[in-house]
């Protein structure tokens, strides 16, 4: 079982920054940031495949959401830059051991952690 903790979050205005950050025990192959907004379902964010940084983002994010790790803390961080309003939402970090060669597949993460509220005001 994949223990993880996230921390950061919290409200921004519109066009501001957050950075979350999500710890794990045990680091997995893929990592994660997922996202569920009020009455939608759950949506991959990101991902990334530990062992070679490669990345996956989802269009509504591209160029504005960035993925890092830091192996030595089995840490990931999202830093989330010009936010929107529809970016409000609970963050979820996930872990998952299933990859595709060097990708990591939404539909295949198992592990979630508690959440963590981004609120972006207009």
């Known amino acids: 079982q994949v223990q993880l903790v996230e921390s950061g979050g919290g409200s921004v205005q519109a066009g501001g920054s957050l950075r979350l950050s999500c710890a794990a025990s045990?680091?997995?192959?893929?990592m994660g940031w997922f996202r569920q907004a009020p009455g939608k379902e759950r949506e991959g964010v990101v991902s990334i495949y530990t062992g070679g940084d490669s990345t996956y983002y989802a269009d509504s994010v591209k160029g504005r959401f960035t993925i890092s790790q830091d192996n030595a803390k089995n840490t990931v961080y999202l830093q989330m830059n010009n936010l929107k309003p529809e970016d409000t939402a609970m963050y979820y970090c996930a872990a998952s051991s299933y990859r595709v060669w060097l990708s990591c597949p939404f539909d295949h993460f198992s592990s979630w952690g508690q959440g963590t509220q981004v609120t972006v005001s207009s």
């Open positions: 045990p680091y997995t192959d893929c």
